[in-house]
């Protein structure tokens, strides 16, 4: 029987005081749960060194996110919405002075897990990281001349005077303030360098001992009088800017280019956004704290002093290092076994039956990529279209579309221009793509285009086909590696039918509102999710059986929650495996009774969205690209697609069962809001998903090769 260790709780009480009557956690407390349950695998001793390095990265990462995305939003509720209270039962200012005392809590922590733990473990290891004064002579000569090659000439120090206003510090960058005095002149001067992103962050000496890692910003520091010869250099200190990157946008938008014209002009304004954070050294003088606060038009309260080096997020490229004693290892994702035969036609494969795809246990490449290239390179291919969310940097499909508009096929690609942080390289591709003779769309006004669908129209005996891939994840072969998603190829007609309709939902503003398989939003999704969980109630009022599975990324529809608890209340044994921010309290006598909430944080990014109907021993399910919020249901294009072909949706469902099961990176949410990782009782074997998932993936392929060889015999 698997055990709660209350040692390994990651989180505190998401309710505090007096608030035991309300029924929803605040969305912003528990997505910094979410980031707390990452800085846990920081510390947590059964993963390899470089892994709890990454896990700090992450955690870094997620924080400078949560304050661009949520802190200047939650101030300017503060102003707007002064006495607004949500379903959490707290008022903007209230939420913002919680949300503060908790990451001051957990970077606190975050610190403490690098320089009490994964520092000397570091450095036993071989790998240390010293400030330029640390250096021997030697090593100070050395990183002298690394600096006086490549780093002095590329550095622009920016003086602040009457004539020479606080110059603009550009988003997550790393800044050296300085103060000067000009010989037998009283007044001090103000400074800043930038650090250039242009170089590695960490400056590499290479030892017989091991390896030596000097922060750049630690370097410019060690030579900083050659940037102000004749000065006197009274100190130079460290900071970090983090600006907001909620702006307010145009609502007037009429017609495509307008979109465009706006998610540009929108990028150019976040570059200038209001700074929500300053992160700055130890020590700093409240001299150099005022030019600061003064230039940035800050509050005190908005600088946090923190331990160097600061940015932890950049620990990334150290936690990366090809040292495989020191890592987990390595996954290299199987051929799915349906498409095992490389020289086979894709489609052929498809029309013998539906083919379910599960990243990145197995292969992105030999699937996505191979059915979207298939299409390209086939001459009876008529029409490709598809949705681009994120994609990444080195994408096949930008080029393999172009190249398929140019030699004459209907290419038609809708391009989400504000998927977040994601805009700029958006752009290009669209225009990219429209240079190629693509029909490039831009979404439907007012709603983000979120689902991920492929439609591939191919001429056969005199015919049309049509092939569609339903997916959780993006079109991207970097994340594909490190998210868990699902796909699913189908030439089912009733399928198809719905993604064409769909497509034209999307490119020609189609006002359709009924689909025979697929659920839409924001036309049919709620609605039949609301009545399938309804009929679970009315399935265990009258005595049959009644249970409902749903895994997703995050729960904060009020509604969903809402209906929820009335089947709960009913009967219905509802098990939620939510990765990041749940706002259902489970658990609440007379309330949420028969709901059980987990997360699962492993080594993979848990993404796809699974749900999951007992219907009286009829079972539906279903996958797709939706959470169960608010702006995924209602403000979003999203669809999920039934899985009914008997053996996808039985491996559906052993999915869920072994996540059900995890007792190795699994957490339960208790009805205060204090998330506990399980761990295995004693003599009880480690029941890890993710590694169960690997395992099962292996053992598939190993059962292939096994068939294929006695059959050549």
């Known amino acids: 029987m698997t055990t709660i260790t209350k040692n390994a709780t990651a989180s505190q009480r998401t309710l505090t005081g007096g608030q035991g009557d309300i029924h929803f956690f605040n969305r912003d407390l528990s997505l910094l749960d979410f980031n707390a349950r990452v800085l846990h695998e920081a510390a947590d001793t059964r993963n390899p060194l470089l892994e709890r390095l990454k896990f700090l990265a992450i955690f870094a990462s997620n924080t400078d996110e949560f304050f661009m995305k949520r802190i200047g939003l939650l101030k300017r509720w503060i102003i707007s919405k002064p006495n607004e209270t949500g379903p959490d039962g707290l008022t903007h200012r209230r939420q913002l002075e919680l949300v503060r005392q908790r990451l001051a809590d957990m970077t606190a922590r975050q610190h403490e897990i690098w320089s009490r733990e994964l520092r000397p473990l570091l450095a036993k290891a071989g790998i240390t990281l010293r400030r330029y004064e640390q250096l021997t002579e030697d090593q100070q000569a050395r990183a002298a001349e690394y600096f006086a090659r490549y780093i002095f000439p590329v550095l622009t120090p920016l003086a602040v005077d009457p004539g020479h206003p606080f110059p603009f510090i550009s988003n997550l960058s790393i800044s050296i303030g300085v103060l000067l005095r000009q010989p037998a002149l009283p007044e001090s001067l103000f400074a800043r360098v930038k650090v250039p992103p242009l170089f590695p962050r960490w400056f590499k000496l290479e030892e017989h001992s091991g390896t030596?890692?000097?922060?750049?910003?630690?370097?410019?520091?060690?030579?900083?009088?050659?940037?102000?010869?004749?000065?006197?250099?009274?100190?130079?200190?460290?900071?970090?800017?983090?600006?907001?990157?909620?702006?307010?946008?145009?609502?007037?938008?009429?017609?495509?280019?307008?979109?465009?014209?706006?998610?540009?002009?929108?990028?150019?304004?976040?570059?200038?956004?209001?700074?929500?954070?300053?992160?700055?050294?130890?020590?700093?003088?409240?001299?150099?704290?005022?030019?600061?606060?003064?230039?940035?038009?800050?509050?005190?309260?908005?600088?946090?002093?923190?331990?160097?080096?600061?940015?932890?997020?950049?620990?990334?490229?150290?936690?990366?290092?090809?040292?495989?004693?020191?890592?987990?290892?390595?996954?290299?994702?199987?051929?799915?076994?349906?498409?095992?035969?490389?020289?086979?036609?894709?489609?052929?494969?498809?029309?013998?039956?539906d083919i379910l795809v599960h990243h990145p246990y197995e292969s992105f490449n030999s699937s996505v990529e191979r059915f979207i290239l298939s299409a390209v390179n086939d001459p009876q291919v008529l029409a490709i279209k598809m949705t681009l969310y994120r994609t990444s940097g080195d994408s096949p499909f930008v080029p393999a579309l172009a190249r398929a508009a140019e030699m004459g096929k209907q290419v038609a690609v809708l391009v989400e221009l504000k998927a977040r942080f994601d805009e700029e390289s958006n752009i290009q591709w669209a225009q990219a793509l429209e240079s190629a003779g693509a029909h490039v769309v831009y979404g439907i006004l007012g709603l983000k285009t979120h689902t991920k669908i492929a439609l591939v129209v191919r001429r056969e005996d005199n015919a049309v086909r049509s092939y569609a891939h339903i997916s959780t994840g993006n079109y991207n072969s970097r994340t594909a590696e490190v998210y868990t998603d699902l796909g699913l190829f189908t030439c089912r007609e009733d399928i198809c039918e719905d993604v064409v309709n769909l497509f034209a939902f999307l490119t020609g503003r189609s006002l359709k509102s009924d689909y025979h398989k697929l659920l839409v939003a924001p036309v049919t999704m709620r609605r039949r999710f609301r009545e399938m969980i309804?009929?679970?109630?009315?399935?265990?009022?009258?005595?049959?059986?009644?249970?409902?599975?749903?895994?997703?990324?995050?729960?904060?529809?009020?509604?969903?929650?809402?209906?929820?608890?009335?089947?709960?209340?009913?009967?219905?044994?509802?098990?939620?495996?939510?990765?990041?921010?749940?706002?259902?309290?489970?658990?609440?006598?007379?309330?949420?009774?028969?709901?059980?909430?987990?997360?699962?944080?492993?080594?993979?990014?848990?993404?796809?969205?699974?749900?999951?109907?007992?219907?009286?021993?009829?079972?539906?399910?279903?996958?797709?690209s939706a959470d169960w919020m608010s702006r995924n249901l209602s403000h979003r294009v999203e669809a999920a697609t039934p899985i009914e072909n008997p053996l996808l949706s039985q491996r559906l469902r052993e999915m869920l069962d072994i996540m059900l099961a995890d007792n190795r990176q699994a957490w339960d949410l208790g009805p205060d809001g204090t998330w506990i990782q399980r761990h295995p009782a004693a003599e009880e074997p480690e029941l890890g998903s993710q590694s169960r998932l690997m395992q099962l993936t292996i053992e598939r392929q190993h059962a292939i090769v096994k068939a294929v060889n006695n059959a050549l015999r």
């Open 212 to 353: 030596i890692f000097v922060p750049l910003e630690s370097l410019i520091q060690g030579q900083i009088e050659m940037l102000f010869p004749g000065m006197h250099v009274l100190e130079s200190q460290i900071f970090r800017v983090t600006r907001s990157a909620e702006v307010e946008a145009a609502e007037d938008i009429e017609d495509s280019e307008d979109l465009l014209e706006e998610v540009q002009e929108e990028l150019r304004a976040r570059r200038f956004a209001k700074t929500v954070r300053v992160q700055i050294s130890p020590g700093m003088s409240e001299e150099m704290r005022h030019y600061l606060t003064d230039g940035l038009e800050l509050h005190a309260e908005d600088l946090e002093e923190e331990p160097e080096p600061l940015g932890l997020a950049d620990m990334m490229s150290l936690a990366t290092m090809d040292m495989p004693a020191l890592r987990l290892p390595t996954w290299t994702p199987v051929c799915a076994p349906a498409l095992a035969d490389a020289d086979a036609s894709m489609f052929a494969i498809i029309r013998q039956s």
């Open 534 to 624: 309804q009929r679970e109630a009315a399935h265990a009022q009258a005595g049959r059986p009644a249970r409902i599975i749903a895994k997703m990324n995050a729960l904060e529809d009020t509604e969903i929650i809402e209906t929820l608890y009335r089947a709960s209340q009913a009967g219905v044994k509802i098990d939620l495996i939510v990765r990041g921010f749940c706002c259902l309290r489970p658990g609440v006598a007379g309330l949420s009774d028969n709901i059980r909430v987990i997360s699962i944080v492993g080594r993979f990014l848990e993404h796809s969205r699974i749900f999951w109907f007992q219907n009286d021993g009829q079972s539906e399910i279903y996958m797709g």
